[in-house]
């Protein structure tokens, strides 16, 4: 068809405002008639009415069709057009890249970026590299025509342009349900309700203002809780267990959380199998607590294949369309040894620690008698001899959030591996849609530690070690105890950790992605943590990508499925492990110096198209409608 455009060439990426106040990160391509055709990251058009957005980018438009008539683009196969009724919902929360900017500084405060710490003495509010602002989007990269066309990006037998090759039956997973509620919705800049200053906090870098910040989160049923720019000294944990409750600064380097102690100090020293420090794994002095209700349901009647997007039950009575349903399966040798590869066993200690080797939850579209059509392939058989159950499920508390600011720590020489006395951050523990933005950590032990969450957002973070010398902490990100669909994405580790990311304990579907490190870690700490992604990752010294941890007892380091794409690095990549059917695209020089074990997917592409994987197939999934 005939588009009208500005100049024949407008390209411009920018954030539509829909009629009914969502948001479309887009570029604009041009308009027939009352249409308008907009395509998203990875190729993915829209052609959607002129009326569905607001008045101001309608006459937005109308301004770029005034420049002149050319034959749009997209008659390719560069992507699909997806007719969008009106009133459904649009894709959002695509995650555009910051645009770095340094946050208002006090006036005496020193602007200089990315200058460190003192060796001693209290640091200034300013003494830190700034962290890009959430809320200030840039344009995305390019769509995916013009990438392959230019010869900048190769696409991978596994995906394809825009997801053409891919099935989800195939040994490539499908991640694009990671994040804040499934990406299909942005994180909410939740207004402020409460300013801790007016509970008695007073962030002079002095008084101990554990009592008065914890006083003013428990008095807010719903909203943030305000901390002013200032050095807030924190002796003990604060608890957020609200839905619906932030704690928010002013920016990193400008609200500060100062822990002089650790939580050895705070509880006392705690070993674990007489040679492990409590708090080298656990405990942080920022915690959220949510919870999940549900009751079992149901078995599972028939069995259902991986990628399977239908389940039949004994019973299908509890669930009604939109409701989300949580299956589960029990811990049988001949599970454990289906979750890796049919190549291993689990571990011993795993049978023991783990009850259920399957816990996972997804969205019910409808219920045909006893058939409940599901939103998302299942990741895994569901099998009679495994005793697949549906049970009902509701999370508690939603929508809680740390943003906005910084955690210090003293930078006192840290204790051997798993002797570390607490020097952590953030608990995150059951939370579900709750997310960490625009957080900084120094000197820390653990920063985040994210134990049974689902559907949770980590963005723009960094870590650094001012004083400490490296490895500086134990684990800067990690996702354990069955978490699920957990992103954390822009991320910086200035500094080296034991290990740098993990997942860990059953975790499944959680993405790393669009993050750089100074020597990165990608540990997978046995207890059988399946279909894992690490994407768009600069490594840094790429030495030691693969080093892992983990008890010998827990068993093999992964489950299948583990997906690396499009890694980075300057130096020699570490040899790929022999984990089953792991997948390694566009990772160094080709998957590293040696090939992986005999299943293994290698594709040793210099560029791949697309660069981040999970924001593609996100933004094919929310393209094709609500499901």
């Not at 948001?23 to 190729?43: F, K, T």
């Not at 101990?208 to 807010?220: C, F, L, M, R, V």
């Not at 807030?232 to 839905?243: A, F, N, Q, S, W």
Request: net charge neutral.
């Amino acid at each position: 068809m005939v588009l009208a455009t500005a100049s024949g060439a407008i390209a411009e990426m920018r954030s539509w405002v829909r009629a009914d106040g969502r948001r479309i990160e887009a570029e604009y391509v041009g308009s027939s008639g009352d249409r308008v055709l907009l395509v998203l990251r990875g190729g993915i058009k829209l052609s959607m009415s002129l009326a569905d957005l607001s008045a101001v980018d309608q006459s937005h438009i109308r301004t770029l069709m005034a420049g002149g008539t050319v034959e749009g683009r997209g008659t390719g196969d560069e992507g699909k057009t997806t007719d969008i009724p009106p009133g459904a919902p649009r894709p959002t929360n695509l995650y555009p890249r910051p645009t770095p900017s340094t946050p208002d500084l006090p006036p005496s405060a020193s602007s200089a970026a990315g200058s460190r710490l003192p060796a001693s003495g209290a640091p200034s509010n300013s003494a830190f590299n700034p962290l890009p602002s959430f809320r200030t989007p840039s344009p995305s990269r390019p769509t995916a025509a013009p990438e392959v066309a230019q010869g900048k990006g190769k696409p991978s037998k596994l995906w394809g342009t825009n997801g053409e090759e891919w099935t989800p039956a195939s040994r490539l997973p499908d991640f694009s349900f990671a994040g804040y509620r499934s990406g299909g919705k942005p994180v909410p800049d939740i207004p402020v309700a409460t300013d801790a200053a007016k509970h008695g906090a007073k962030g002079d870098g002095s008084t101990d203002d554990t009592e008065a910040i914890q006083a003013a989160i428990d008095a807010t049923p719903q909203g943030a809780v305000l901390l002013p720019a200032g050095r807030y000294v924190i002796t003990r944990e604060l608890t957020l267990r609200t839905g619906g409750v932030v704690l928010r600064g002013e920016g990193p380097g400008r609200t500060v959380l100062v822990c002089p102690k650790s939580l050895a100090e705070v509880h006392g020293a705690e070993m674990v199998d007489k040679v492990k420090s409590k708090w080298a794994f656990s405990g942080g002095f920022v915690t959220m607590r949510g919870s999940s209700r549900g009751s079992r349901a149901a078995d599972v009647a028939e069995p259902a294949k991986r990628g399977d997007t239908a389940i039949v039950l004994s019973d299908a009575s509890a669930f009604r369309p939109g409701d989300h349903i949580r299956l589960t399966m029990n811990n049988a040798a001949s599970l454990g040894r289906y979750i890796h590869g049919d190549r291993f066993d689990a571990g011993e200690a795993t049978f023991k620690e783990k009850k259920n080797f399957m816990d996972w939850v997804a969205r019910v579209v409808a219920v045909e008698g006893a058939r409940a059509p599901l939103a998302r392939p299942l990741r895994l058989y569901l099998r009679p001899e495994w005793k697949p159950e549906a049970w009902t499920w509701q999370p508690g508390a939603e929508d809680m959030g740390i943003e906005d600011l910084t955690f210090e720590f003293p930078g006192v020489p840290k204790r051997p591996h798993l002797l570390e006395v607490g020097y952590n951050a953030i608990q995150m523990s059951g939370v579900v849609n709750g997310w960490v933005r625009n957080v900084e950590f120094l000197d820390c032990d653990n920063g985040i530690i994210a134990g049974g969450c689902r559907f949770c957002l980590v963005e723009n973070v960094r870590f650094d070690n001012p004083r400490r010398k490296d490895p500086s902490g134990h684990h800067a990100m990690w996702a354990t105890s069955a978490a699920q669909d957990c992103l954390f994405t822009r991320f910086r580790i200035e500094t080296k950790f034991v290990h740098d990311l993990t997942v860990e304990g059953i975790a499944t579907g959680n993405v790393f992605s669009d993050g750089t490190a100074e020597q990165l870690t990608c540990d997978h700490h046995c207890n059988a943590p399946y279909e894992n992604l690490f994407t768009d990752l600069d490594a840094g010294d790429p030495s030691r990508l693969y080093v892992c941890g983990g008890r010998g007892d827990r068993g093999p380091h992964s489950g299948i499925h583990t997906t690396f794409w499009n890694i980075r690095g300057k130096g020699t990549f570490a040899k790929p492990p022999d984990w089953p059917r792991i997948n390694l695209v566009a990772v160094g020089d080709g998957g590293g110096s040696a090939k992986g074990g005999s299943d293994a997917w290698i594709e040793p592409l210099r560029d791949v198209w697309p660069p981040d994987l999970h924001q593609a197939q996100q933004a094919r999934r929310l393209a094709s409608g609500p499901r």
